[in-house]
């Protein structure tokens, strides 16, 4: 692995994952993985710029066809592509055209950045994980296939016992915590060859009580209420929790630290 590599921009492409969700800031917006390593990247390269394309709830599909494009015309040194997981969620899935249109993204991407970034996504502990398992990991095939054939780094986050721990899933159990996007950004960071800053990040949180019944089941009613069932309406009307929602950061520009 190189060490102290110089990387002066970065494009990340992807869906709610690298969006930010659910690292929640104080004024309501979601800061994420991407925003933390990118601000890691500011600090050691002078005129660092970055983008983020992501928008919440994109299927594969809408990813190569609103995003990959636009992220390969910015030409930047390093572009993350994380999709088609939002895919192997859904009832019906075609995971041959997901693999297709993942094999589409990366043929774009490759040539026009210095490094491209994929990752086997992480995954909360669960019925949900159990369910879709042979999916999931029919897509993280496909990427370590793909990274293997364009020369593309591959951050496992899937294999990290740290990012399978309930505790670092937010309460809509569908996307990490703030401090779940830390350790992220800190994979993301090792794999780009930089010194570690928490050697331990793969490591659980430390050991604590488990809820008890009565809050287990308080938190499986909120959890049914304020997300499950408005879940289950979007899939049913076709609508998405990214309908008509602009990108994160749609422009490569120099980020402020400040």
């Known amino acids: 692995m190189r060490t102290n590599p110089t990387h002066t921009s970065l494009v990340a492409v992807g869906d709610s994952f690298t969006e930010g969700m659910s690292d929640l800031l104080p004024d309501g917006t979601y800061r994420g993985w991407a925003d933390i390593l990118a601000a890691r990247m500011a600090a050691v390269a002078p005129g660092f710029r970055y983008a983020n394309l992501a928008v919440r709830g994109k299927l594969i599909r809408q990813i190569v066809d609103e995003q990959v494009d636009a992220a390969a015309a910015m030409r930047a040194d390093v572009v993350t592509l994380v999709g088609g997981l939002n895919d192997t969620l859904r009832p019906k899935c075609d995971m041959v055209a997901v693999r ?25 502990q669960g019925p949900v994980q159990e369910r879709f398992r042979p999916r999931m990991e029919a897509l993280f095939t496909c990427v370590d296939e793909l990274a293997e054939r364009h020369g593309a780094l591959v951050v496992d986050l899937y294999g990290a016992p740290s990012l399978g721990d ?93």
Do not use: N
């Open 100 to 124: 297709d249109l993942l094999t589409e993204a990366v043929e774009r991407l490759a040539p026009h950045c210095k490094q491209l970034v994929l990752m086997r996504s992480p995954a909360r």
């Open 166 to 258: 309930q505790r670092l899933w937010d309460v809509d159990r569908l996307h990490l915590t703030g401090d779940g996007h830390r350790r992220v950004a800190e994979a993301v960071w090792q794999t780009l060859g930089h010194p570690p800053e928490d050697p331990e990040w793969q490591l659980p949180p430390p050991a604590s009580l488990p809820p008890g019944w009565t809050e287990r089941r308080v938190a499986d009613a909120r959890f049914a209420r304020q997300y499950l069932l408005p879940w289950i309406g979007r899939r049913l009307t076709g609508r998405s929790s990214g309908d008509g929602l602009p990108p994160k950061r749609p422009e490569l520009l120099p980020y402020d630290l400040r």
